[in-house]
């Protein structure tokens, strides 16, 4: 552990310590390498701020691997983020709990005294981060945010034993793909990191927020038709946009109230909230090597028009679609 500026933060220490039970490489003080007998990938660790320090876990396991988080007497938070590729799980007092963005439980909240072991999937991409932040900080962030109230509704971060398990916004999502697709020798990978953490770290607390507020002021049985509707609008994602009728009827509400309380609840337009599910489908089958074309993928996301996907598509992550494509390998049709 070091002190600087009255906050704490995890050191590179353990790091160190798991290099060398591995007996793998820790490149720059903050990269690990798995071993290849192990699997394949890294785990990348910075201190961000004073009081605030970050894990990167990416990487595909071939045999169990258990990660436990730090155990010491310093208080603090952790905010754990999963994108993987499947449900990991996350051990809390030796009991498992489903984490991850497609069991819709991608964002968990706990505290030190629930001495968490991170338990990756095998055979399948694990991309997480954890933020790990000292309470006495995040408690003054909480005081100086206008919405104060309204976030300590919705979580009361001065219990003990705080576990806490919710959904990712699509803000944050966008954020934690486009990370996803950099590779991690990427010159500005570091400073990318930064950023993004305090980001998910903000809007985590505009999620916070706006959830009790409009729980607040949107009925319960409103809200369940509102994610009735969701969940029906990205059932059938790589198809086209239901209608506004469909989706209103579904929700039981008038087209008017719908799309009122829709881009309310959600903060973005039915429309805008498919495209930006659907252009995170796209970067997966870009990726996926089951493709020889880009036209392939164009035409089985229901767009005929490759200007238009590019375009959508550079407006989400900032990329062309040919940056993210892996051609799928001539010898597995042999």
């Known amino acids: 552990m070091y002190k600087r500026g009255d906050f704490y933060c995890v050191s590179p220490d353990w790091l160190k310590d798991m290099a060398e039970e591995l007996q793998t490489n820790l490149v720059n003080n903050n990269t690990l390498t798995l071993p290849e007998k192990l699997g394949k990938g890294n785990i990348f660790f910075i201190q961000v701020i004073p009081g605030i320090s970050v894990m990167l ?23 754990h983020y999963d ?16 984490i991850g963005n497609v069991s819709k439980s991608g964002l968990s909240i706990f505290d030190r005294i629930n001495t968490a072991v991170f338990k990756p999937s095998l ?12 309470k006495r900080l995040l408690m003054q962030l909480i005081e100086n945010n206008p919405e104060q109230d309204l976030i300590n509704q919705n979580i ?16 944050s999502l966008l954020l934690l793909t486009s990370l996803k697709n950099m590779p991690i020798t990427t010159t500005s990978y570091e400073t990318n990191l930064r950023g993004v953490s305090l980001k998910l770290l903000a809007n985590t607390f505009l999620k916070l927020a706006e959830n009790n507020l409009d729980e607040k002021k949107i009925s319960k049985i409103d809200i369940q038709g509102l994610h009735k509707s969701k969940d029906f609008m990205f059932k059938d994602i790589v198809g086209a946009f239901p209608s506004i009728e469909t989706l209103s009827k579904i929700a039981g509400m008038s087209t008017t109230k719908f799309k009122l309380l829709f881009k309310k609840y959600f903060r973005n337009t039915p429309k805008e909230l498919f495209i930006k599910e659907k252009m995170i489908q796209a970067n ?8 020889v074309s880009l036209s392939e993928i164009i035409k089985d996301l229901n767009y005929y028009n490759t200007k238009q996907f590019s375009i959508k598509y550079f407006s989400i992550f900032n990329r062309k679609p ?4 892996v051609k799928k390998d001539a010898s597995d049709n042999a």
């Open 57 to 79: 876990f990416d990487f595909l396991l071939a045999k169990p691997f258990l990660i436990k988080k730090t155990n010491d007497n310093i208080d603090r938070i952790s905010f």
């Open 83 to 98: 994108i993987s590729d499947t449900e990991n799980h996350l051990v809390i007092k030796n009991i498992p709990q489903k």
């Open 123 to 134: 055979e399948s991409r694990t991309f997480a981060i954890s933020l790990s932040i000292d």
């Open 156 to 171: 009361d971060f001065t219990k003990k034993n705080l576990f806490y398990n919710t959904d990712i916004d699509s803000e």
């Open 284 to 291: 997966k089958l870009l990726q996926s090597g089951d493709y």
């Open 322 to 325: 040919i940056d993210d494509f």
